[in-house]
């Protein structure tokens, strides 16, 4: 995005309120009504952090010289625009297809960035939103098949202590869920869209039992295979997402809706799983609950977990430029949720491993001026997987450790407290 480097170096050259009005004009109204819109429009599309959406839509509203409120819901916002004259409202509802795309979600804080620093005008800002919105008629993602496939079987080597057999199975799987959840929805009505994943993880779960029952289990582990399939339906990241909102006073509705449905999706989720353990019960009386013996050697998940944060941001349209951080962020998180959980248990290391992971996004933030959700996110999605046991009921398990990640989250943003910036992620 072309923005000057004084800007880029977080030093944007300021403009006068006087001259902001006069680029504008006194009267321009519709531009600064469209900045807005198209400002939350983008940070809804690109899934920036939604307990700040509001804040960010309030700040830019009172920065341009008008009157408003905003009240952010479940993947949409209210807006509204207060009229001087007759003092009356006129209200807007934003709503969008919530995503991740992280290189268009950084450019869009960058263009936030410089309009709170009066340096971009709201003409200049709509021209670099409507280019950046026009991304998403482009972004085709039956192309990162192959990456959700690779990542799947990554996943399954350092997540779930499978061996190199079960790569195969497991990238083959996950694929086929990944295309699912993207093709069948779109075909199907919203309130179907459970069904498919449902579907997605029975299919999915049986077909490991039938990899697993090969050789009678000498050749591939059930486990493994399954979980590594069916963690891109796994609602990890939507829970740590609502419960970040339900501690946020004005979104605490929102965070509910949200935790409701990802149970819902979970308890769903753990019926397709028995459903198909029960029907490949009927067809094989052999047991595949025992523990994988072919694992790799531990030392190997120091390498795959890195790789995995690599394909995770290229398929969350990660900037070439922002892969580098998010892998040093990630990986640092990993470390010290692998070395942590060895010697305390998996909650104990999950908030040891967020707090890592804020403390350092929290600091990239701060001394760089860059904004931190990016940095991070990739690292919170990796660590979800990274922290099942695979011990106990689902949504238990799921639960605490969500709950752990935003504690450590929350707590390392305690640390920087002093020194807030919009580019934190708890702004």
Request: with cysteine; net charge neutral.
């Amino acid at each position: 995005m072309p923005v000057s480097q004084r800007a880029r170096r977080g030093q944007p050259e300021q403009m006068s309120v006087d001259s902001l009005n006069e680029a504008n004009g006194d009267d321009g109204l519709s531009d600064k009504h469209d900045v807005v819109i198209n400002m939350v429009h983008a940070l809804i599309a690109f899934g920036a952090p939604s307990h700040n959406i509001a804040d960010y839509a309030t700040d830019l509203i009172n920065i341009i010289g008008m009157k408003g409120s905003v009240a952010y819901a479940l993947d949409s916002t209210l807006v509204s625009f207060k009229n001087r004259d007759d003092m009356t409202y006129r209200t807007k509802l934003v709503t969008a297809s919530n995503g991740i795309f992280l290189g268009a979600c950084d450019d869009t804080f960058r263009v936030y960035q410089l309009i709170m620093a009066r340096s971009m005008t709201p003409p200049d800002a709509n021209r670099h939103l409507t280019a950046l919105l026009s991304e998403l008629a482009y972004f085709k993602s039956w192309r990162y098949l192959p990456l959700y496939g690779l990542a799947s079987s990554f996943v399954c080597l350092f997540a779930f202590g499978g061996g190199w057999y079960d790569m195969g199975p497991s990238f083959l799987l996950g694929s086929f869920v990944t295309m699912l959840q993207d093709k069948v929805p779109k075909r199907v009505k919203p309130r179907d869209h459970f069904v498919v994943e449902v579907v997605a993880v029975f299919i999915a779960t049986f077909c490991a039992h039938a990899f697993a029952s090969i050789h009678h289990g000498n050749l591939f582990c059930y486990k493994p295979i399954a979980m590594s399939a069916i963690v891109s339906t796994l609602p990890g990241y939507a829970c740590m997402v609502g419960t970040l909102e339900l501690l946020h006073p004005s979104t605490s509705t929102t965070g509910v809706t949200r935790l409701v449905k990802a149970a819902a999706l979970v308890v769903l989720l753990t019926y397709g799983i028995s459903l198909s353990g029960n029907l490949w019960g009927l067809i094989s009386k052999e047991s595949q609950d025992q523990v994988c013996s072919q694992s790799v050697d531990p030392r190997w998940k120091f390498l795959f977990a890195p790789l995995t944060l690599v394909l995770m941001g290229v398929r969350n349209g990660s900037r070439l430029r922002q892969i580098p951080m998010q892998v040093v962020l990630g990986s640092a998180a990993y470390t010290v949720q692998t070395f942590v959980g060895n010697a305390a248990g998996p909650k104990i290391a999950m908030t040891a491993a967020a707090f890592t992971l804020g403390l350092l996004g929290n600091l990239y933030a701060l001394i760089w001026n860059q904004f931190a959700f990016s940095a991070m996110v990739i690292g919170v999605l990796l660590l979800v997987p990274g922290g099942m046991s695979l011990e106990g009921p689902l949504i238990k398990e799921m639960f605490e450790l969500v709950v752990a990640l935003a504690m450590g989250l929350l707590l390392s943003g305690l640390a920087f407290y002093r020194w807030e910036t919009p580019s934190a992620f708890f702004y």
